[in-house]
């Protein structure tokens, strides 16, 4: 970093991540430069590879992706639109999208946000560095990241969430709980709504503590 504060990267600088639950290759620029002010990350992908995982924008964030390298095939609602190297594509929030690469080594960048709103950092790409550092069997890698995301972004319910659900496989209830209440704290219906299924918090289930939780 410079004494200014400006940072100068190479995508070519990121290692990929493999995303498990997106199925694709997170490029982690947003974390990697410590953007706060607006979402900001890469996916990368050979022929028929997710470079942008199927979603819509729940949060209301309104996204711009750029194709910075290779061709990638867009799904927009029901539209498909071919995006050659340097193609923008604006989606609004309510709209499903994907897309697929083209070429071996696309790169697509996505930039987001919420109009009228502040950004807030949900960890979501935090949490993808841990756990591929977990399913890699570097769990004290993957604990140190997710300690300082929670401490970065102590309104983050997800990455609480997550914690406790890791504490819980491990053995650990009683920190899998202090991370639950926590989460709970933020967003009690979100929490619920996961928890309700969610086999990672199995072994929590006839502890007492998981009744005066969730009744």
């Given at each position: 970093?410079?004494?200014?504060?400006?940072?100068?990267?190479?995508?070519?600088?990121?290692?990929?991540?493999?995303?498990?639950r997106?199925?694709?290759?997170?490029?982690?620029?947003?974390?990697?430069?410590?953007?706060?002010?607006?979402?900001?990350?890469?996916?990368?992908?050979?022929?028929?590879?997710?470079?942008?995982?199927?979603?819509?924008?729940?949060?209301?964030?309104?996204?711009?992706?750029?194709?910075?390298r290779?061709?990638a095939?867009?799904?927009?609602?029901?539209?498909?639109?071919?995006?050659?190297?340097?193609?923008?594509?604006?989606?609004p929030?309510d709209?499903?999208?994907?897309?697929?690469?083209?070429?071996?080594?696309?790169?697509?960048?996505?930039?987001?946000?919420?109009?009228?709103?502040?950004?807030?950092?949900?960890?979501?790409?935090?949490?993808?560095?841990?756990?591929?550092?977990?399913?890699a069997?570097?769990?004290e890698?993957?604990?140190?990241?997710?300690?300082?995301?929670?401490?970065?972004?102590?309104?983050?319910?997800?990455?609480?969430?997550?914690?406790?659900?890791?504490?819980?496989?491990?053995?650990?209830?009683?920190?899998?709980?202090?991370?639950?209440?926590?989460?709970?704290?933020?967003?009690?219906?979100?929490?619920?709504?996961?928890?309700?299924?969610?086999?990672?918090?199995?072994?929590?289930?006839?502890?007492?503590?998981?009744?005066?939780?969730?009744?």
């Amino acid at each position: 970093m410079d004494g200014n504060g400006y940072r100068i990267l190479s995508l070519d600088e990121l290692e990929p991540v493999p995303a498990a639950r997106q199925k694709a290759k997170l490029l982690p620029v947003r974390r990697s430069l410590g953007i706060r002010a607006f979402g900001a990350n890469g996916w990368l992908g050979d022929v028929g590879e997710l470079v942008v995982p199927p979603h819509e924008e729940d949060s209301g964030n309104e996204e711009l992706y750029v194709v910075v390298r290779g061709r990638a095939t867009f799904t927009l609602g029901q539209d498909q639109h071919e995006a050659p190297a340097g193609t923008l594509v604006f989606v609004p929030p309510d709209t499903h999208r994907a897309a697929v690469a083209a070429e071996d080594g696309t790169i697509v960048l996505a930039v987001g946000a919420t109009r009228g709103e502040p950004f807030e950092v949900h960890g979501w790409d935090d949490f993808t560095v841990a756990e591929a550092l977990r399913n890699a069997g570097r769990n004290e890698e993957a604990r140190a990241v997710m300690a300082d995301a929670l401490a970065s972004n102590p309104a983050a319910w997800g990455l609480a969430y997550n914690t406790a659900c890791w504490e819980s496989l491990d053995g650990e209830h009683d920190a899998a709980f202090d991370h639950l209440r926590r989460a709970m704290e933020m967003d009690e219906r979100e929490v619920r709504k996961w928890a309700a299924e969610d086999t990672d918090l199995d072994p929590l289930r006839d502890d007492p503590r998981w009744r005066e939780l969730f009744g």
